[in-house]
């Protein structure tokens, strides 16, 4: 039988597609001939996986725009932090809750972005 493999991405409209495009390079990294791209060949984590998260109101998403955010995985989010507020970028907060550690961003179009590093393998 067919199943589903992975998520095959995150589609939104922007105001300025390509300003949005070279803040995704320039800020976090990621770029493709499409988009910002992410290879699942890249990830080294312990039984990764992805995630769709269904909630009954907006306050999660809050101060983010349209509903809904983008949840990035990131191997080493101290660093990575550290690494955003050296270009000056505004982390709203970030959190470590055992399971992961958590840090969010807004994009220039007010998606917000959380940064998640998978600590634990899912049982």
Known sequence: ??????????????????????????????????????????????????????????????PGKGGFMINLRVDDLDTFVAQLKDKGVDVLDSVDEGYGKFAWLLDPDAVKIELWQQVLAPD
């Open 1 to 62: 039988m067919a199943k589903i493999t992975g998520l095959g991405g995150v589609f939104y409209v922007a105001s300025d597609p390509e300003a949005t495009r070279v803040w995704y390079r320039d800020t976090l990294g990621i770029d493709g001939p499409y988009g910002p791209q992410l290879d699942w060949a890249e990830e080294t984590g312990e039984k990764p996986y992805s995630l769709i998260s269904h909630f009954k109101d907006e306050e999660y998403i809050k």
